[in-house]
Structure formats: structure tokens, C-alpha cells
């Protein structure tokens, strides 16, 4: 099955994100360490990398997978399950890379609206990826409750979603804030690139949940919102 042409946009814009993150965070940031003795700044950029390739990209993958995948619905469900659990353990350690730099630069934690949105959207996704293996998975429920769980199960999923681009969103500014505060120049290159990313990520959200929210082209594509009945 091809790959239909909104999802080739999505993932072309996630492509182009992943790449701008890298740019900005390995070119302007210096790279990225786990540990630094001398430049704490290489311990932060951990953090923008993982949150938009490891969960909004991942992540982004995992809500597609139902429509861009074309093997059977039990084997899109388990590709869905892993990816979301990827994205969900890339995103948490991106959030304690986070904690650590704060924590080894003496700054506040959860200080401001980016962390708070941040910290309880991971928490929203556990849940929801929680609940969806206990439901659709493991032990799994009837299929009568599956059909009635379902499109709540998806709202919610899109809601999460939406909540991780918003945190992206406050992350970009926030930062290009305390950059631009320290004296980097309101147009220079790195401001601009900041701000680009930013508006990819938000251009790969929306192509997401668009694509994900069009009704199926052909019967034999089962959708995001699809359960069988057995």
C-alpha cells in the first residue's frame, strides 16, 4: 500500500524538525553530553532533542500508524503500542535531562507554565498509553466496551498530542527568551532558526491530526478510530 500524500507531508516535516533540532542544538548549542563538568548547556540540549524526535515525532508515527501501515489491525495495534511506548520512554528521559541540568546549574524546577504543561503531559500520556494496553491489549476488554471505549480512547489520544505540541511550543519560546535576555540578537541566525522550528512543528502537528482525523479513502484501510467487532 502507498503511502498517502498527507502522510509524506507529515513525515517531510518531521524530517525537516528533526533536522533543525540537530542543527540548533549541535551547531549553536555545542552538541549533547549526558554529563559535563564545565558546560551544563550540553546536558539541557538532551532535552529539545528527545521531546520533539523521541516523543512528538515518535509519537506522531504512532497516532499514523492505523492508516499508514498495511499489514493487519492486530499488527498495526502492536506497531502503535510500541511506538507510543518509545516515544513515552525517550520523553521522560528528555524530561530528566531537563531536571538534571536545572538541578546541576542550581536554576528552579517547574518554575514556569513550559514545565507544568510539560511535566503533565508525560503524565497524561502514561496514563493513556496505560489504559489502551489494559483495554485494547492486556488483558483487553470485551469487545462491546472496546467499541464504547474507543472513541474516547482517540479524542484523548489527539488531546495529549495536541498538549505535547503546546509544550514544544512554550519550550521554543521559553528559550529563545532567556537567549535572546542574555544578548543573543532578536534576528540572528540561531533566533531565526528557533522560531522555524518552532512553526515546523506546529505545521507537523496539524498535518497529523488532519490526516489522522479524514474519514478512510477505502474500506480495506481500517483508520485511526477503527476496532474490529471480534
Known amino acids: 500500500m502507498a503511502v498517502p ?25 555545542g552538541g549533547l553530553a549526558l554529563s559535563s563538568p564545565t558546560n551544563k548547556g550540553l546536558i539541557f540540549n538532551v532535552h529539545p532533542v528527545l521531546m520533539l524526535i523521541g516523543f512528538i515525532i515518535i509519537g506522531s508515527e504512532a497516532i499514523m500508524s492505523y492508516k499508514t501501515l498495511p499489514w493487519s489491525h492486530d499488527t498495526n495495534k502492536k506497531v502503535h503500542l510500541i511506538l507510543h511506548a518509545v516515544a513515552l520512554f525517550l520523553g521522560s528521559f528528555g524530561i530528566y535531562a531537563a531536571f538534571k541540568f536545572h538541578n546541576e546549574s542550581g536554576i528552579a524546577n517547574l518554575y514556569s507554565l513550559h514545565s507544568w504543561v510539560g511535566l503533565g503531559t508525560i503524565i497524561l500520556y502514561g496514563l493513556q498509553w496505560v489504559s489502551g494496553f489494559l483495554t485494547f491489549f492486556f488483558p483487553g476488554a470485551s469487545p462491546t466496551l472496546r467499541r464504547a471505549v474507543l472513541p474516547w480512547h482517540v479524542r484523548a489520544g489527539l488531546v495529549v498530542y495536541v498538549l505535547a505540541l503546546l509544550a514544544a511550543e512554550l519550550g521554543f519560546l ?39 482525523t479524514a474519514p478512510a479513502q477505502s474500506e480495506h484501510r481500517l483508520g485511526y478510530s477503527s476496532v474490529r467487532k471480534s
Do not use: I
Open 174 to 212: 521559553e528559550k529563545l527568551t532567556f537567549l535572546q535576555t542574555a544578548g543573543l540578537g532578536k534576528y540572528s541566525s540561531e533566533a531565526l532558526l528557533v522560531n522555524f522550528t518552532a512553526l515546523v512543528v506546529l505545521l507537523l502537528g496539524a498535518s497529523v491530526v488532519l490526516y489522522v
Open 5 to 29: 500524500a498527507p502522510a509524506k507531508a507529515a513525515r517531510a516535516l518531521a524530517a525537516t524538525a528533526a533536522a533543525l533540532v540537530l542543527l540548533w542544538c549541535v551547531h549553536f548549542g
